[in-house]
């Protein structure tokens, strides 16, 4: 009990030192500026059909953001943080709190984790205040829950689905920037996927419609695309958990073997 406590206690530390760290970087500025810039992109695509239809914005500014935006955010952001240690050469000062490696990746995944369920919550605040002042007395309650429902399930499915793209790039040199390109590329490449039935289902990035309720799916597709995104964690925590079982102390070492 003594120990879990203060494991907790570490780990709880750390969550403090991240978050102090962020607030000097300027990373959180950029992230909230995308989302601002993507939203306005959106509307000003075609404000007169926003205008007139009830709730079509908060629906379309979804697949714009999932396609171009969350995951290639998401995944520069784990990777920063991850990345981080080594470029600014903090991690002698790190191995002074009493905790393992695996439980300061941990901790990294849980805010890249937060921070993916904030953008996509933002995105939803700034969606929702705009059809509000749009369409008053029309917008009704239902339709908010369900959008809620879905953005939030869009910021849990996009942390799952760049999830490993997050490790491998991580412990890189620049990795951060990799992650980036890379995650782009393969958020792309959902929107080919998302056409075709079989491919929606399993492409990770477009599962993340089908998890959400946001594309129309079977019970059973709806639960093979949840299966893909917890597979797509489970992968995550298994290669991190490898690198940490590596004799070197730079876990970076293991993306030699691959």
């Given at each position: 009990m003594i120990q879990r406590r203060s494991t907790m206690k570490n780990q709880f530390l750390l969550l403090q030192i991240e978050w102090k760290k962020l607030r000097r970087s300027t990373i959180l500025l950029i992230s909230v500026f995308a989302v601002i810039l993507t939203a306005v992109f959106v509307f000003a695509a075609d404000p007169n059909r926003y205008t007139e239809h009830v709730g079509w914005y908060m629906d379309e500014v979804q697949p714009w953001s999932i396609f171009f935006l969350l995951p290639s955010i998401t995944a520069l952001f784990g990777s920063y943080l991850i990345c981080r240690e080594t470029e600014d050469d903090t991690l002698k000062s790190l191995r002074l709190i009493p905790i393992h490696p695996a439980r300061l990746t941990t901790v990294k995944l849980l805010l890249?984790?937060?921070?993916?369920?904030?953008?996509?919550?933002?995105?939803?605040?700034?969606?929702?205040?705009?059809?509000?002042?749009?369409?008053?007395?029309?917008?009704?309650?239902?339709?908010?829950?369900?959008?809620?429902?879905?953005?939030?399930?869009?910021?849990?499915?996009?942390?799952?689905?760049?999830?490993?793209?997050?490790?491998?790039?991580?412990?890189?040199?620049?990795?951060?920037?990799?992650?980036l390109i890379v995650t782009e590329i393969y958020s792309i490449g959902g929107l080919f996927a998302a056409i075709s039935d079989p491919y929606r289902t399993y492409y990770p990035i477009a599962a993340i419609f089908q998890f959400s309720g946001y594309y129309p799916a079977t019970l059973k597709n709806r639960l093979l695309s949840v299966m893909?995104?917890?597979?797509?964690?489970?992968?995550?925590?298994?290669?991190?958990?490898?690198?940490?079982?590596?004799?070197?102390?730079?876990?970076?070492?293991?993306?030699?073997?691959i």
């Open positions: 890249t984790f937060l921070f993916a369920l904030v953008l996509s919550l933002l995105l939803f605040t700034i969606t929702c205040l705009t059809e509000l002042f749009l369409h008053r007395t029309a917008l009704s309650f239902p339709l908010i829950l369900r959008m809620f429902l879905q953005y939030l399930s869009n910021g849990i499915g996009v942390f799952f689905a760049v999830s490993p793209l997050i490790a491998f790039c991580a412990f890189r040199k620049n990795g951060q920037w990799a992650a893909i995104l917890i597979s797509c964690g489970m992968f995550t925590f298994f290669f991190l958990w490898m690198c940490q079982k590596c004799k070197r102390e730079d876990p970076h070492h293991i993306l030699n073997m």
